[in-house]
Nanobody, 124 residues
Framework: QVQLVESGGGLVQAGGSLRLSCAPS????????MAWFRQAPGKEREFVVG????????YYSDSVKGRFTISRDNAKSTVYLQMTTLKAEDTAVYYC?????????????????WGQGTQVAVSS
């Protein structure tokens, strides 16, 4: 079973920063569209940010634009999420996801592979 493995979550004070990483366990995802989703307690999983494989064009939700930055290293098949100026409302489990192709989709059903999630907690 192919898996995406996330790391880098933790507890941070409001205004702080964290960097998440996502790497596949078995195969290369260099040609896949990669995204980060998050799910807060009692809420649905939501799209946060995505990045194309071909030109690394990025797509951000309004709630994180200007604070979060996604990047990818295709040689390592690794995707990073740099989170700055964190707020209490950023507290959630963050999931890495991959889908074949280059189109942007924000719904969870469009993604083929998922990580197990990493907890991010921001204290106010």
């Amino acid at each position: 079973q192919v898996q995406l493995v996330e790391s880098g979550g933790g507890l941070v004070q409001a205004g702080g920063s964290l960097r998440l990483s996502c790497a596949p366990s078995e195969r290369t995802f260099s040609s896949y569209f990669m995204a980060w989703f998050r799910q807060a307690p009692g809420k649905e999983r939501e799209f946060v940010v995505g990045i194309r494989s071909s030109n690394s064009r990025t797509y951000y939700s309004d709630s994180v634009k200007g604070r979060f930055t996604i990047s990818r290293d295709n040689a390592k098949s690794t995707v990073y999420l740099q989170m700055t100026t964190l707020k209490a409302e950023d507290t959630a489990v963050y999931y890495c996801a991959a889908r074949s192709g280059s189109l942007v989709y924000t719904d969870t059903s469009s993604y083929d592979y998922w990580g197990q999630g990493t907890q991010v907690a921001v204290s106010s």
